[in-house]
């Protein structure tokens, strides 16, 4: 075991999780799909990669606000203290862990 065990064992994990997902999804019948959420879909993947991006210039302070914030929008329950609350609370745990103890 070296340091790149965990994560592969992880990785494998992950992956046979997704097949099995998938093959279930192949042999249980249910309702078909109805639309294609394009929107929300783009309101949770766009944050990641803008997160991606922005995380050398802005730092992970703002990366992260404008990802939570952003992907929060993606719900039909968004309400913008709550949205803002969360975005503060993930922020101040991230840089507690990532900065702080790290």
């Known amino acids: 075991m070296g340091?790149?065990?965990f994560p592969t064992v992880l990785?494998?994990?992950?992956?046979?999780?997704g097949l099995a997902t998938t093959?279930?999804?192949?042999?249980?019948d249910g309702p078909?799909?109805?639309?294609?959420a394009l929107k929300a879909i783009l309101l949770v993947l766009g944050?990641?990669?803008l997160f991606g991006l922005a995380?050398?210039?802005?730092?992970?302070?703002?990366?992260?606000?404008a990802l939570v914030l952003i992907?929060?929008?993606a719900s039909v329950r968004f309400r913008w203290p709550v949205a803002v609350l969360l975005?503060?609370?993930?922020t101040a745990f991230a840089l507690l862990v990532f900065v702080t103890a790290l």
């Open 3 to 5: 340091p790149g065990y």
């Open 11 to 17: 990785a494998v994990l992950l992956v046979l999780l």
């Open 23 to 28: 093959i279930r999804a192949f042999v249980i």
């Open 32 to 36: 078909p799909v109805q639309g294609l």
């Open 47 to 49: 944050p990641v990669v």
């Open 55 to 65: 995380l050398r210039g802005a730092g992970l302070a703002a990366a992260l606000l």
């Open 71 to 73: 992907s929060a929008a």
């Open 87 to 90: 975005a503060i609370g993930l």
